[in-house]
Each structure stands twice: as structure tokens, then as C-alpha cells.
């Protein structure tokens, strides 16, 4: 399911946006946003066209249909671990979303929130958006050193409100063990703070790493927690736009859905997106099985090629489809290598700026391998010739 | 096409949400929110199955697919005479939250913008979301008795940022004519205020009335309009959740699409909604004046109906598929009448309450018409004997 001949390229340069194929000049390889470049499940776009053939595309209810919330919840509780009640289940239009509105739910102006640095800037961009102030909290940027949780005690202020947990971590690839997980849910408890749990990249997890979520350490912990999750990264769905908020209670919940603004019609989920992720939850786990199958060989290919290319140092991911490589040591900054790989490599990548990922991403770039091996090794091979030959 | 053979009211009372057929009691027939009873076009669910079938839902541009704002412009310039570029054409993912995003563009803490009373909510509550001051100027509930442009200017301030038209009217039906509009548009010009026209009623107006968009009268008038539009009263696509917000040139464009958060990912509209929106206006205006004849005999219907009720009187809406009749002569409050029909009758309706439709609104309910001769007549019949035996 996941060969060279599965992707069709006329597609994708029709419709993959946001600094891919549809965005990138003819030739240029985007390893750029994550987003698969295989078509999704069949079964998603079976059941899109059974429900659109009905011709009724009615009002949702605010919190989203029962059929999502409910293979949401399924899947929370029996995939996750997580005690999850489906009407604590708020469908929304990106896991994007659901981080900006609980941000808005949780932070008042002059609020500090604690963000991970490095991590993708839709935490810090969903906090400044609420007039709230992102407190940075530097973390190792090799995925199996743990983070230092003395460190993160010493931020928090009788403002901190949010610790904003991004795991698996984009862009370093980190799963977080049990153990760090544990004390963070314990410093959430001794401080009563929000834990803003990102799981959109749960299910993009290599083996021997396994994902631990949050929630799903003890009660006390997932009291404080809410889930944010999307369904873009394991399915291929960024441009339905779907995502869940999970609430650990009525009561926040209902300050949840107050910040939705889902009762006004101003924002909700719509309907296909909606019957596609609970196809892909409730259908398609076949399918991504075989998505991180492939998805680990991948990783293994760009790890071992990254590395073999002068001045680059490549550590292996546990999580996401995404290498970060260090590249200091080519004597260039990011942004000059983005520029040299788009123009002479004909490859596309993101560079690892503050704005990005925060200042510790410096000197880094991140590509993206949710692709084929075909695709994979003529990035390489066409990286390294233009930075070996330097 | 619109006989009571085509409702499928078993889909309905499954997909049906925001008051209608699947929030309320079996048995009770839901004229509340906006919405058709009938399906949509069959080319809008061609559309979607065949886009779908090809199964790449991969990110959509930030302002919209080009076959988006192709065909949103096109329609713009050709059928409401509104000089339109595509590349002032943001896909937004509701009517709802185009009125939103522009008043979160244009007004900021302490600015005023003035609404029309009565008029639907969604002005009132997006300008207070951004801090702003909405200013109700009291218009006449008759829809061919002009508004009094002098007492319009008199509530315009040094605070004064933007007008909200909602042409057609919700909830009474007014169709603003040329010479309103025209004093509208000067008001704009003299002021420099921005006009926020929201269009989304547009495509339903009752010969012999005929619509005029605002920004169709001349370009000065252009220059300060924003237009708002929406699907799901014309096509039936609610649940979809598709607007379009054009803005008359770049510098306003850009404004906008900075406030949209679209480029952050946290707001689009989704890839689905575009192609249905594109085939129905591409494909689907048969459809629509097929639509329109039915709503009119609808309309008559309802109109005539509700004036035998004892305490009823009900005006001749010119556009939208409303009924606003006032009801105060029955001695009751709109909130119990609404409780009573529901109770009774078995017939929902939206009672005109200040916080939905501003202060005028008092001593009215309102009912939707768009559904089958059946159920209009069954409706009536129903409210009738209720009412007139009290």
C-alpha cells in the first residue's frame, strides 16, 4: 500500500498546499509539511460517498455527531487508556483549533502558559493570539535523554496557568517516558495547572518506543488534563479538517465548548470530516498499521543517509515522521541551506527557525518522510550531492 | 423536486441539528433554524464522491482552491454585478464566521459599529467578541417602508468603524432597495467606514422585488465594502460549513486574511465544502430557481395562513424564507406562545427574543418556510388550532 506506484503525483500537485507539491516549482521535492503523500484508506472515502450520496448535509450539533464522539471515546479509552466519555468529546475543525481555543479557554491576559523548546509554534502562537505569555522550557534535543523536571518546577509563577505537552514531539521526535509524563502530571497537580496534551502524532510512534498518554496515568492526572488530537498525521486528512478536544469533566467541557464558540455557528466541525475520521478510527487501523511498518523503514533510510552527509548529524526519531537534523557543522545557517537544497537539490524542507519551532531549533532542519522509498532515497541522494560536493 | 416525496425525514431526524428534526421530540415539526427540508442537487454530491473517490484530502491553500474562488467570483461578477477578482476571494469555513473574522479585522476595543434592529445576532455578537460597541439603529418591521437614512447618520461617532447590512433581511424579509443603498454607501464614503454586507440571503428574493448588492451601485462604494456569503440557505450545505469573504482590493484582502488565522492552520475552509460550493454554483442554479418558485408559493401560503390566526399579523416577506408575523394581539409573550406551540401544536418555531434578533424583535416569532406544501399546511393547521380556540 505504500510503494512509489501508489502515489499519484498529478494529484498532489493539483492538491497538496501549505509548502507542498500544489505550492513548490515543477521538479522540487517538498519534504516540507507533514502530510502523507499516499492517498488515505479506501474506507474513508467509502464512507464520505455513501453519506454524500443521501444529498443531506444538515446542521451538526455543536459537539459534534454521536457517531465521531463515540469511536473517539472508543478509541481514547481502549487505544489510549484513557477513561474517556464521548459526551466529554468536542469535535472541531483541526487539531490546530482545538489548541487555539483551549488556549483561549484557560489563558486571560498577562497568563503564562509553559511551552517546550523546541516545539511546532502553534503553542506559542495560540497563547500570544490569547494575550497570555509562552514561558520557554528548554529540553535536550536527543529524544532518549529526559527532560529535567526541576528545570520546568523552577518557571512555574503564581501566573503559570498551562504546560503545554507536545508528545510525540515535533520536531525532535521524542515519546515521553512513563516516568517523565509522571512527574509532569504531578507538578500539574501540586500547581492546579491545565496540561494541554497535543496527541496528534500518538499513533506515528517506532518501536521499542511506546506511547504513553498523560491522561492515562492516574485519575488526578487526567483531571487536569485536556486532549487535543488531529486526524492529519495517521490518516492523510489535514484538508477535511477535523480534529477532538477532550474534556476530563462536565464542568470543563462546558468552559471548552463556551470558547468553541460552536454554539454560535461561528466555528464547528463539518459533517464529511466528521464521518471520515470515525471510518478511519473505527475501520483503518489495517491501514495504518502498514502506514508505520513503512513509516519505520523510512525513518531508518533518512537517519543512516542524513548522516553520511558532510557537516549533517541526524538522531533517530522515536516519534512523528519527521528527522531533524543538525546541520551547524555544514557552515551554513538554515535558511542559507533551505535556499541552496530548493535551488540546487531541488528538495524542499523546513528550516529550523525560532518562529517555527523555537530558538533551540536553530542550526537544525526538518524534513518529512510520510513518503516513498523511491522518493525518499532520490532526496537524498540529491541532498548529499549538493552538500558534499561544498 | 421540492414535493413532500422528496424529504427524507428518516435522514433528517439523524442529520438535522440546531433545533430542527433531530433536536426536537418525535412528532414535532421544527420551522426554526434556516435550513431546507429537501436534499441538495444531485451534481453537489457527484461533486463531492468524485473528488473524494480519488482520495488525496491533502492541506488546502490558505485562501481557497483556485476552482473556489474562480467560481465564487465569477458568480459575483456575473450575477450580482460586483467587479470581483479571484484573488479577493477568501474561502471561509461559515458565513458565520466571515462576519466574525471582519469584525475582528476592522474593530478593535471601544470601536463601534452600528446594526440594523432587528436583524439576526451574528453582527451584535462578533462585535462584541472583539471588544467592540454595537449601535442599534431601529428600522421599520415593514420590508417596503424605507429607512430613515438622517437618523442612520445621526448614530455614526469618531468611533465609528463599520455598517452591517444583512441584505435580505433577517428576520423580516426587507429587500433593501437601490436608493437605500445608495444612501447606505455615501454614509460609507463620507465617514470612511467599512461596509460589512452580508449577502448570504441574497439568492432568495420574491418577484418582483429585486436584490442590488451594495458594492454593485459604484466603485467608491466597492472600496469600503467587505461581502459575506454563504451555501446553506440557497443550496442546502450548512453542515458542510463553506462562506466566502471578498474583500475590493488587496490592501483590505490582506487585512482580512491576517485576521482569518488560516495561514496558521487554525482556521480554512475544508476541501469538500469548496467542491460542493463550485459545483452548485457552477452547475446548480436550475436547482435554485426551481427552489425559489416553490419558496414563493411557500411563502403565500404562510402568509395567508397565519393572518386567519386570531392575535397573528404577518407581513409579506420580499426575501428570505421567513415568516416574522407579529403576535402580540394574542396576549401572549413570544417565549410562551413558543412553549405552547411546541407543547401543543407540536410545531417549533424561534421566538423573537432581543438576545437573537435586537430589542425590536419583541411581540414576534419566526418560522421558516422551507420544506414541503405537507408540512407548511400541516404547520398552519396545526398553530391555527391552537391559537384560535384560546
Redesign the interface.
Known sequence: MFTNNEI?LD??KK????L????VPDGVIPLT?A?PDF????E??EA??RY???????????EGHSFFRESVANFHSLKRNVNTNPAHVLAV??A??G??MTCKAFIKKGDEAIIFNPVD??FK??IE?NQGVSISFAIPLQPDVIIDINELEKLITSKTKMICLCNPLNPTGKVFTKTELLLIGQLAIKYNLIILSDEIWSDIVFEPNVYTSIASLDETIRQQTVIVTGY?KSY??????AGSVIAPNDKIFEILLQAS?HQ??????????QV?VAAALNECEYWLKEFIIHLTHMRNICVDGLNKIDGFKCLTPQGCYLVFPDITKTGLSAETLQKKLIEEAKVAIVPGLSQWFGERATGHIRLSFATSEDIIKESIYRITKTINKL
Not at 507542498?20 to 505550492?23: D, E, H, I, T
Not at 454524500?52 to 455543536?62: E, G, I, L
Not at 492523510?236 to 479538517?241: E, F, K, V
Open positions: 499519484q494529484i498532489l492538491r497538496a498546499f501549505n507542498r507539491w500544489a505550492s509539511a502530510d492517498p488515505c484508506a479506501p474513508i472515502s464520505i460517498n454524500s450520496s443521501q444529498r443531506y448535509f444538515s446542521y451538526a450539533p455543536a475543525d483541526s490546530a483549533y489548541i487555539y509554534f502553534l502562537h495560540s493570539a492529519s492523510g486528512l489535514a484538508g477535511l479538517r464558540e454560535s455557528t461561528v466555528h464547528g466541525c463539518n459533517v464529511l470530516a471520515a
